[in-house]
């Protein structure tokens, strides 16, 4: 029909941006409008920035759990040895570990001797766990042969023994000190059994990522580990990394089938399963909270569209007369809420990028304004704060925000266009 306009018309346009613009003075509400925008702004700044963090916490957990130990355990049921004692040493490792090997998906299985006990250099103590394993299935640990940090020679391995980065501040070792591993269970005696003491060499510190891994491991030969825990021609255990950890309950039938009859299994997602567990919990409720304030700064945006509307009652009302629609003013008054919801929400995004783009920086800043101490990886686990940038996040928080503040603009800015033009100029 002659005479009507395309919805969203330059001159709805012009309005807008000229309401938006106008000061309060002149009947605007720009003060509102800047606490809209910037409110939006800091609630998807924060909520990329605590998606950023959920995220690269998550990958740095998972990343170091399959990077630094089995992806599945196989050892023995309880059974009765030579001797009549009960025992869960395995006495075919070499052939149950072959067998390991041919099934499809798996990567490594390496045969373990596990155990607790004490280290000591001069008079400093740790307790710490040792894991006596080969050189060869050492190299193929990704977070102890390519560590965050290290020092000394892997290939002396057989030398001497491998500690965390944890062990050594612990002990005040460094490359080449003589540590003393100590066990209880030592030479048995007609007197009892005598603590066993050996030193050992350090040939190699690791820093795999993880304090509780760094704090405690202690990696020995495979045949020094027999002799010093009393298991000569047996293993505890055999460790299997497989191509697809994601996957592995798929390879639990194949991987029994191979072991044996007393063969069991023990998972990654059996070890961690619960801490995964309640992390996803945690990621919902997180976002959800965040979800909630992106939802309060959206609110702003009602609060000053009413103040608007109020103001321009009789700019509405002569409008009207002369001849603007209902749809019309409708939509002068939702791209008013909306330009406000989509400029905070790019800014936002945009801070949002560049705080977990620089966050090792600026989190250096913030420890050394406070003195130090803001992180204890004691506490964490971990030594810095992690953050992946994840499309996914940012577009989630794109879609919240946006969603939110364009839905939220319909309402003020339909009841502008349904106000009478005669008794919004009735007092003029």
């Known amino acids: 029909m002659a005479g009507t306009t395309p919805p969203f018309a330059r001159f709805e346009w012009l ?3 000229r309401y938006l613009r106008a000061k309060r003075a002149e ?3 720009s003060v509102m409008t800047w606490i809209s925008l910037i409110g939006i702004m800091l609630a998807v700044f924060a909520l990329i920035a605590v998606l950023a963090v959920r995220s690269g916490f998550r990958e740095e957990f998972v990343d170091t759990i399959l990077g630094a130990n089995a992806h599945v355990t196989v050892y023995s049921t309880v059974y009765a040895n030579e001797t009549g004692q009960t025992s869960r040493a395995l006495t075919d490792f070499e052939a149950q570990a ?10 490594r ?3 373990l001797i596990k155990g607790q006990v004490m280290a000591n250099l001069t008079n400093n103590n740790a307790g710490i766990e040792v894991f006596g394993i080969s050189l060869e299935n050492l190299k193929t640990i990704p977070r102890i042969a390519n560590p965050e940090q290290s020092a000394g020679d892997i290939d002396r391995f057989n030398e001497g023994i491998a500690i965390g980065w944890g062990v050594a501040r612990e002990l005040g070792a460094t490359v080449g000190d003589r540590i003393k ?5 030592g030479v048995k005696t007609a007197f009892g059994t005598s603590p066993r003491v050996v030193a050992y060499e350090v040939v190699y510190i690791f820093q795999a990522g993880r304090y509780d891994i760094d704090r405690t491991r202690v990696y020995m030969p495979f045949e020094a580990a027999q002799s010093f825990f009393n298991k000569e021609g047996v293993a505890d255990e055999v460790e299997v990394m497989v191509e697809d950890p994601d996957a592995v309950d798929d390879l639990a039938l194949p ?3 191979a072991a044996g009859d007393r063969a069991l299994l023990w998972t990654w997602r059996d070890a961690s399963g619960s801490f995964l567990r309640a992390l996803t919990i945690e990621d919902n409720v997180m976002f959800v909270i965040m979800s909630i304030l992106v939802l ?10 009413i103040m608007l509307v109020k103001n321009k009652g009789r700019d509405i009302g002569i409008l009207r007369t002369m001849g603007l629609t209902q749809g019309a003013v409708m939509r002068v008054f939702f791209i008013c809420g909306a330009l406000v919801g989509t400029i905070g929400t790019a800014l936002g995004v945009l801070f949002g990028c560049l705080f977990v783009i620089y966050i090792d920086p600026i989190f250096s800043l913030v420890n050394y304004v406070a003195g130090g101490g803001v992180w204890d990886p004691e506490i964490r686990g971990l030594y810095n704060l992690p953050a992946k940038l994840e499309l996914n996040d940012v577009l989630s928080s794109i879609s919240l925000s946006l969603g939110l503040s364009w839905i939220i603009t319909l309402f003020p800015a339909r009841r502008a266009a349904r106000m009478n033009p005669v008794e919004a100029l009735r007092y003029e």
């Open 98 to 107: 072959e067998a390991i090997r041919a099934v499809p998906g798996v990567t």
């Open 296 to 305: 309060i700064a959206s609110m702003n945006i009602i609060s000053g569209l």
């Open 255 to 257: 991987l029994l089938n």
């Open 27 to 29: 009947g605007g509400v």
């Open 181 to 185: 591993v100590i066990s209880p269970n």
């Open 15 to 17: 309005i807008a941006w």
């Open 109 to 111: 299985a390496a045969p």
